[in-house]
């Protein structure tokens, strides 16, 4: 067994996207999004623990309609939680003792590449927790009441990604450490610690799948890629 983990988490909501399904199971090019998210991973290599957490009534849908779509993989199926924290949590618990790293990636993130997992992991066997980021493009200002307040400095801004990885022990103890529900990422547990996080370059196509709008760009982005 390897020592690499990879926990998705797609047991959210997703009602930003206001579909009846949840956006991880809408079609992007005739496959589930989740689908393209989880082939990426096995296209990087195969020698990982793989949990997906999901919400639970969402579970026996997943056995039946995703799962067949990857016969020859062992998938371990987690039970989520009200908040992505606690989803992550619950997933991390899953793992086996032979688990040293773990990568953790949105369910909805469709567009990652292998390249930026493979950063990702020769990252964290050397800084013990990674994330990936972008610079960001535009000017970004403080508003309070429809007035702008500050502008910030744009050069140390980065806009946040996952993939994230860590050595499984620091984030365990982060994720305890943290007792409140509301977390935006895995990283800001560790900065919680007060233990630095490195940032990886991200991918500007490795957004997130959120609003109706992001599936159109998604679909382009995935397209050029399989046709090459
Ligand atoms: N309780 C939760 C909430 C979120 N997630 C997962 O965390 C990722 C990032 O979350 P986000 O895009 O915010 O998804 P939702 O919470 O589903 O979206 P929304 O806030 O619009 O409801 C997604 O893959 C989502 O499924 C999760 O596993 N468990
Ligand atoms: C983890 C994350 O995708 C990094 O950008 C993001 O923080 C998830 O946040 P959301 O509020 O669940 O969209």
């Known amino acids: 067994m390897s020592e690499i983990g990879v ?5 959210g909501k997703g009602s930003r996207m206001g579909k009846k399904i949840n956006k991880q ?34 579970i026996d849908y997943f ?12 998938i371990s199926l987690v039970a989520g939680g009200k908040s992505r924290k606690e989803s992550v949590n619950n997933g991390l618990k899953s793992f086996s003792d032979k688990v040293k790293y773990v990568i953790i990636h949105d369910g909805a993130r469709p567009m990652l590449t292998k390249d930026l997992i493979e950063k990702s992991f020769q990252a964290v066997k050397k800084y013990d927790a990674v994330s990936c980021g972008v610079k960001v493009k535009d000017t970004i200002k403080v508003v309070e009441n429809s007035f702008s307040k500050k502008t910030l400095d744009r050069n140390s ?10 050595s499984i022990e620091l984030i ?4 305890k450490n943290y007792d409140k529900e509301k977390a935006l990422d895995d990283a800001s547990l560790v ?30 982005i995935l397209k050029e890629r399989i046709d090459v």
């Open 191 to 220: 900065e919680e610690l007060g233990k630095k996080v490195y940032i990886v370059e991200g991918d500007y196509n490795n957004f997130k799948i959120t609003t109706p709008e992001d599936l159109k760009p998604a679909e382009i």
């Open 157 to 166: 801004l980065r806009a946040i990604q996952t993939p994230q990885a860590f």
């Open 25 to 58: 199971f809408l079609d992007l090019l005739g496959k589930p999004v989740i689908y393209h998210t989880v082939k990426t991973f096995l296209d990087w290599q195969r020698d990982f623990e793989l949990n997906i957490v999901l919400d639970p009534q969402e």
């Open 7 to 11: 926990l998705i988490p797609a047991a």
């Open 172 to 175: 365990k103890k982060a994720h």
């Open 63 to 74: 056995k039946q309609n995703i799962l067949p779509l990857f016969a020859d993989v062992e």
